[in-house]
């Protein structure tokens, strides 16, 4: 049973009252020209629409986390939550890239009890993608602008209003409660505006390339020169990753305040992009070169990732597109790989016939 | 391309060093994504000339990647560099720093109209508003009409910072270390930032956080000004690469101000001039001790 | 007397300022006991990290103090110094962190008195400016988004 609402945008703030009321609420705000996702308590708080510019995996796994504080012998984990989280004005993309960390951080076995304590009970309001921009390719990671994976709740902006259906129980339950029998429901044509909106946005995507093909072909191209070629352009920072929502390495360092007993141990993100990630105690390092660790990060999001996760790490927000000091283009690898694999196949494919 | 000069000329004289075997690689700037942004490119054959832009979108600094180039040829082979003004004045605190002969490389200047902020993508870059040097101070073959300098007072942003109450100017700077995420492509795009092993990768000592906490950040940006102070050409690049938004370039511009008006030096211009920082003057000012 | 009480953390060089301070001491002259004190061969040897790295442990105010230009035991390291302070000085001034905090002198082996007297300038200058705030890092510190 899935609940449609009207939500007129001068009326926010009642959906924003009804999270905060229940949740410690995130979402986009401006920081001098910069979007980010902070905790919020009122809608005018919110820059609702502006493409955001951190991935929102920094409200779940921040790049800085303090993991314990301690005192001589006594250790203090931190706080613990009152109110579980929720997030409002992430697109598809975003929701997307939680579903894919919570593997990562909850396993059948093992859960990150900090990633837990953060998105344990958490509700996510998506805000559908009106206007995808020209590095958007969510579709090739078979996601949309306006895909529900991961959102609870989701918006579709048409001009003056939201309409926001319920995707899960939970956001069901949620809309439910937040407006009770205040709902406005939204008129035909409110329903048509939404679907030109949405039709519109799928139709600006240009055409997906095959992710599993491109798979397929980086088994075969471990030492192919393409990784030379493609790699000339990397500085070797780490904006592609720390911007991308599905990265999620870390390093854990303790810190102690100089002259006392006391310290704290912290989480911050790490980066396979960095020389130093694989440096190893006797010096040696694995991945020394730009070329080994751009082809480990190709391999990682849309091969290891596949066998173990079950899809690829990227929901294709483009962030590392457009975020990248170089320019260097993820879907260009993706083509390269995918076109030498093809190539590869033809050559062994003529080399079978001629040699029956 | 503006400023005189064609891209034409450009990918000419690229595709004569190539067939001349003056140089290995020519490094330059091709389209990148999008019609705002441009990449680096490695030319080697004389066909792929035609890749080679000049523009606008330009705003990258390729000495990082001539450096990279240059280690990857052989021994005793040269490459080529497109520079503009600010990339030439920093190949030349190169030769100055003895990071480069200048044997090693042809330039091939261009003279620059200024480049885009990539966060606003209409606007001038802030380094270009304040511009004095379009034009390499050194080059081999010059493929443009060299720009005439800029008026104006290039510490104009400098001084309207300091009209403002240190509480105001820490708070401001807090604002932007409150966007940084320690991501280091400032760093890494910095031409002048070539250290092996930088201060903030040390671990005996670990000098400061790797937080994006403060003050660890403060003092990422901080160290990072000192070590590039008398050395930095106000190219820019580092506030280009920065993906959200820090407007690191400042810090910077006042230390440059300080340098050029105590120790009379300014960077990238003499390529046998001792940098300001590695040299002194017995008669140096010293009101400020005690 | 509760009353808050500045650290300040001076470095001295070996030849000069430090045997000045043991002049202070051996002559009996009084000063400020705010001040602790840390042996470098040479003023020149004092990379700003150390004095940026002060304030982030807790010194409310760093003092660096040399011999006087042409005197330096290693021949140019004070001049050396002298251009690294004033760039550092102008960096943390125009960044809001208070001018006072930190400071440079030239004190002679011989200047006791020279020394006691930079002593409590320092000194009577950081109590003015209060405990030190700005670059200051505790295990607390305040976190960013979440």
């Known amino acids: 049973m899935s609940s449609i609402l009207k939500i007129r945008k001068q009326e926010l703030d009642q959906l924003v009252a009804a999270l905060v009321a229940r949740y410690r609420l995130f979402g986009p705000v401006d920081l001098d020209g910069t979007t980010v996702l902070r905790e919020v308590r009122s809608a005018d708080e919110l820059r609702l629409g502006a493409a955001l510019d951190e991935p929102a995996k920094t409200v779940f796994f921040p790049q800085t986390e303090t993991l314990l504080h301690y005192d001589g012998d006594k250790v203090e984990a931190p706080a613990g939550r009152d109110k579980p989280t929720a997030i409002l004005g992430i697109r598809p993309c975003d929701a997307k890239s939680l579903v894919l960390l919570d593997r990562v951080f909850r396993t059948g076995t093992h859960q990150d009890s900090f990633w837990q304590r953060?998105?344990?009970?958490?509700?996510?309001?998506?805000?559908?993608?009106?206007?995808?921009?020209?590095?958007?390719?969510?579709?090739?990671?078979?996601?949309?602008?306006?895909?529900?994976?991961?959102?609870?709740?989701?918006?579709?902006?048409?001009?003056?209003?939201?309409?926001?259906?319920?995707?899960?129980?939970?956001?069901?339950?949620?809309?439910?409660?937040a407006y009770k029998s205040q709902v406005q429901r939204p008129s035909d044509a409110d329903l048509d505006k939404a679907g030109a909106v949405r039709g519109r946005a799928r139709a600006a995507l240009k055409p997906p390339v095959d992710v599993p093909a491109v798979k397929k072909a980086l088994a075969g191209?471990?030492?192919?020169?393409?990784?030379?070629?493609?790699?000339?352009?990397?500085?070797?920072?780490?904006?592609?990753?720390?911007?991308?929502?599905?990265?999620?390495?870390?390093?854990?360092?303790?810190?102690?305040?100089?002259?006392?007993?006391?310290?704290r141990r912290?989480?911050?993100?790490?980066?396979?992009?960095?020389?130093?990630?694989?440096?190893?105690?006797?010096?040696?390092?694995?991945?020394?070169?730009?070329?080994?660790?751009?082809?480990?990060?190709?391999?990682?999001?849309?091969?290891?990732?596949?066998?173990?996760?079950?899809?690829?790490?990227?929901?294709?927000?483009?962030?590392?597109?457009?975020?990248?000091?170089?320019?260097?283009?993820v879907r260009r690898v993706l083509e390269r790989v995918r076109d030498e694999g093809a190539a590869k196949d033809q050559k062994s494919a003529k080399g079978v016939a001629s040699a029956v | 391309m503006k400023a005189g000069g064609s891209e034409q000329e450009l990918r000419e004289a690229a595709r004569k060093l190539l067939k001349d075997k003056k140089v290995g690689v020519v490094v330059g700037y091709a389209r990148g994504t999008g019609e705002l942004r441009s990449t680096p490119a490695f030319i080697r054959h004389g066909k792929d000339a035609d890749r080679l832009i000049f523009d606008r979108t330009c705003g990258i600094s390729l000495v990082p990647h001539l450096r990279k180039a240059l280690k990857a040829l052989p021994k005793g082979a040269k490459a080529a560099v497109v520079a503009k003004g600010c990339d030439g004045r920093a190949l030349v605190q190169y030769m100055a720093e003895g990071q480069l002969k200048r044997d090693d490389v042809v330039i091939v200047g261009v003279a620059c109209d200024g480049v885009l902020d990539p966060r606003k993508s209409d606007v001038l870059s802030d380094s270009c508003l304040r511009c004095r040097y379009p034009n390499p101070p050194v080059y081999d073959v010059f493929v443009a009409e060299p720009k005439a300098v800029g008026?104006?007072?290039?510490?104009?942003?400098?001084?309207?910072?300091?009209?403002?109450?240190?509480?105001?100017?820490?708070?401001?700077?807090?604002?932007?270390f409150a966007k940084c995420i320690r991501c280091y492509a400032c760093r890494n795009a910095c031409p002048m930032c070539y250290c092996e092993e930088c201060f903030v990768d040390q671990t005996n000592p670990l000098?400061?956080?790797?937080?994006?906490?403060?003050?660890?950040?403060?003092?990422?940006?901080?160290?990072?000004?000192?070590?590039?102070?008398?050395?930095?050409?106000?190219?820019?690049?580092?506030?280009?690469?920065?993906?959200?938004?820090?407007?690191?370039?400042?810090?910077?511009?006042?230390?440059?101000?300080?340098?050029?008006?105590?120790?009379?030096?300014?960077?990238?211009?003499?390529?046998?001039a001792t940098p300001a920082l590695a040299t002194y003057d017995e008669e140096d000012k010293q009101e400020f001790i005690l | 007397?509760?009353?808050?009480?500045?650290?300040?953390?001076?470095?001295?060089?070996?030849?000069?300022?430090?045997?000045?301070?043991?002049?202070?001491?051996?002559?009996?002259?009084?000063?400020?006991?705010?001040?602790?004190?840390?042996?470098?061969?040479?003023?020149?040897?004092?990379?700003?990290?150390?004095?940026?790295?002060?304030?982030?442990?807790?010194?409310?105010?760093?003092?660096?103090?040399?011999?006087?230009?042409?005197?330096?035991?290693?021949?140019s390291g004070?001049?050396?110094?002298?251009?690294?302070?004033?760039?550092?000085?102008?960096?943390?001034?125009?960044?809001?962190?208070?001018?006072?905090?930190?400071?440079?002198?030239?004190?002679?082996?011989?200047?006791?008195?020279?020394?006691?007297?930079?002593?409590?300038?320092?000194?009577d200058t950081v109590k003015g400016l209060g405990p030190a705030k700005r670059l200051v890092k505790t295990a607390e510190a305040p976190g960013v988004a979440g």
């Open chain 1, 118 to 177: 953060r998105h344990e009970d958490s509700l996510v309001v998506g805000l559908g993608c009106s206007l995808p921009l020209e590095t958007c390719f969510c579709n090739w990671m078979n996601l949309g602008p306006f895909n529900a994976d991961g959102s609870d709740v989701m918006l579709t902006d048409i001009g003056d209003a939201y309409i926001a259906e319920s995707c899960t129980d939970k956001g069901e339950r949620f809309l439910k409660a």
């Open chain 3, 78 to 123: 004070n001049y050396i110094a002298r251009r690294k302070f004033a760039v550092l000085k102008a960096a943390l001034e125009f960044m809001g962190v208070e001018p006072g905090r930190v400071q440079f002198s030239w004190v002679s082996a011989g200047e006791g008195e020279k020394f006691a007297q930079v002593i409590g300038q320092v000194t």
């Open chain 1, 266 to 329: 912290i989480r911050i993100w790490d980066t396979c992009m960095a020389a130093l990630f694989t440096k190893e105690a006797s010096g040696h390092n694995p991945r020394g070169s730009g070329k080994e660790r751009m082809r480990q990060r190709i391999m990682h999001k849309f091969s290891y990732f596949v066998d173990n996760f079950g899809e690829a790490a990227c929901v294709g927000c483009g962030r590392c597109i457009r975020m990248c000091p170089v320019s260097l283009d």
């Open chain 2, 207 to 272: 000098w400061f956080g790797k937080s994006a906490e403060q003050p660890d950040t403060a003092m990422f940006h901080i160290v990072r000004a000192l070590h590039t102070a008398g050395r930095c050409v106000d190219c820019g690049a580092c506030e280009r690469a920065c993906p959200l938004g820090v407007r690191l370039g400042l810090l910077n511009k006042r230390i440059e101000k300080e340098i050029k008006e105590r120790f009379g030096y300014t960077a990238g211009l003499d390529p046998e």
């Open chain 1, 221 to 263: 191209l471990w030492d192919s020169p393409l990784w030379d070629e493609l790699t000339l352009e990397c500085l070797s920072c780490a904006a592609c990753a720390y911007l991308c929502p599905t990265c999620h390495c870390f390093d854990i360092q303790d810190e102690k305040v100089p002259g006392t007993s006391r310290g």
């Open chain 2, 151 to 176: 008026a104006g007072d290039e510490y104009a942003a400098v001084t309207e910072f300091e009209k403002l109450g240190p509480e105001e100017r820490w708070g401001w700077f807090q604002t932007q």
């Open chain 3, 1 to 75: 007397m509760n009353e808050w009480q500045p650290k300040i953390l001076a470095f001295l060089c070996n030849w000069c300022s430090y045997a000045g301070a043991d002049l202070a001491g051996v002559s009996r002259i009084q000063y400020p006991p705010n001040v602790r004190v840390v042996r470098v061969p040479c003023s020149g040897r004092v990379n700003p990290i150390f004095i940026l790295k002060s304030l982030e442990n807790g010194f409310d105010g760093v003092l660096v103090s040399g011999c006087h230009p042409g005197d330096c035991h290693y021949i």
